[in-house]
């Protein structure tokens, strides 16, 4: 599964490339597809995450946020966790794509970072001029701890043995309880 900057998802065969389905979205399509039981979640220009049935391409529903997404989903919890260039942080139902909640980051330039999630909490970086780390409640949203870097955190977090490892344009990778 891919998105293209010709507005499409797309999926394609594995063994040879070939296109099995493509569905169009209102703009560019520059997150990554995520995949879990049958669906794909994909984030568009258009303002809207999409969530398709990964065997037919067909649009099981849409859900807006505030600007371009950019972020790629992860899905736990039953939920979907994406960034918005409106500066959010959201929590979609994944089956039914309601709002739970959403949480603004202190950025100027959006969320580009796609959320991690582990150990209850949602793992998300913010751009200049906050510049940090967040961890967010999964279930809530509310921000548990924030750790400010030198500059925007584009990247996404990894997490492994209870550490958080977030680079940051000021050249420093940090390694976080």
């Known amino acids: 599964f891919v998105g293209g900057g010709d507005h499409n ?8 490339g ?32 999409y ?16 600007d371009y997404v950019y972020s790629s989903p992860t899905i736990a919890n039953g939920r979907v966790y994406v960034g918005s260039h409106d500066n959010y ?25 796609s959320p ?7 793992y998300v970086g913010a751009t200049i001029p906050d510049s940090s780390l967040y961890a967010l409640d999964a279930k809530t949203g509310r921000t548990l701890w924030k750790f400010t870097t030198g500059s925007t955190v584009f990247g996404s977090p990894a997490i492994a043995n209870g550490i958080v490892f977030i680079g940051s344009v000021d050249s420093n990778i940090y390694a976080l309880d």
């Open 9 to 16: 998802v797309y999926a394609l065969d594995a063994s040879n």
């Open 18 to 49: 070939h296109i099995l389905w493509s569905v169009p979205t209102g703009g560019e399509v520059n997150s990554s597809p995520a995949v879990y039981r049958g669906v794909v979640y994909v984030g568009s220009y258009d303002h809207q995450i």
């Open 51 to 66: 969530a398709l049935d990964a065997s037919t391409g067909n649009v099981i529903w849409t859900a807006s946020t505030g």
């Open 89 to 113: 942080v959201y929590a979609f139902d994944a089956v039914t794509g309601a709002l739970d909640w959403k949480v603004l980051t202190g950025g100027d330039y959006g969320v580009w970072s």
């Open 116 to 122: 991690s999630v582990a150990y209850g909490r949602v």
